[in-house]
């Protein structure tokens, strides 16, 4: 058997080297590419808008029928059931795509994917409840959990249980059980203005376009209460 020259020997054992070493990064160190797929723009753009792991990469992806062949090039996949239809073509591939897939909010069977196990998909959940601390707890979680790479990946915080405070003003924080609570608030921060008129705002979400209307409201001397309109309000 001819001997290998120690030359080519060490260019040869260099190489495997380094395949060895770019295999690791693309298991344990590559970014994390999460799809939100479907997301209405009023609730994704609030939860994003706060600085987030920089491992991970979130990207919202409007769903028609064309939409389909690229969700391989994503770690985990993220459905809004609303309004969510897959065509056959769509469908077969969601069947053949072996990724981390969960629909939230489905509203049709046919929509209601789950490929995570049972403890992910409750650690999900709970994350999903609402919040942009819960939004970026759970970013961690599909990093160093669903998608199993540990390098440049905090081990991720439970998910905070939140208190129902339904209505709230520009920021998080700002937020209140009952009216009489904000209405106190709101007059002790100096924003209430006497005999003027007072919108309410329903919305899912507070941040974003919201914080742009409650601003341009007030600013035309009015009082105003965003309230969730997700929840039965008196």
Not at 5 to 24: E, H, N, Q
Not at 61 to 73: C, R, S
Not at 109 to 126: G, I, P, R, V
Request: glycine share 8%; charged share 25%.
């Amino acid at each position: 058997m001819r001997k290998i020259p120690r030359k080519y020997l060490f260019t040869i054992l260099g190489a495997v080297l380094v395949a060895v070493l770019a295999a690791l990064w693309q298991f344990y160190g590559s970014p994390t590419r999460v799809a939100f797929v479907n997301y209405p723009e009023y609730i994704l753009a609030p939860m994003l808008d706060q600085p987030i792991n920089s491992s991970v990469e979130v990207v919202p992806l409007k769903w028609t029928e064309k939409n389909g062949e690229e969700l391989k090039n994503y770690d985990c996949i993220i459905f809004f059931g609303m309004g969510l239809n897959f065509t056959e073509k769509q469908q077969e591939i969601l069947s053949k795509l072996k990724k981390p897939i969960y629909t939230t909010a489905s509203t049709r069977k046919e929509t209601a994917l789950n490929t995570l196990t049972d403890e992910q998909l409750d650690k999900l959940q709970q994350y999903l409840g609402g919040g942009k601390e819960n939004f970026r707890r759970m970013l961690d979680f599909i990093r160093y959990d669903i998608d199993g790479k540990r390098i440049n990946a905090p081990k991720p915080e439970p998910p905070k249980k939140l208190e129902r405070r339904p209505f709230f003003h520009i920021a998080e924080e700002d937020s209140f059980k009952t009216y009489q609570e904000y209405l106190d608030w709101y007059k002790k921060t100096g924003r209430y203005k006497e005999n003027a008129a007072t919108v309410c705002v329903l919305s899912g979400n507070g941040g974003g376009a919201l914080e742009d209307l409650i601003g341009a409201l007030e600013q035309k001397g009015m009082n105003v209460v965003a309230a969730n309109g997700m929840w039965n309000l008196l």
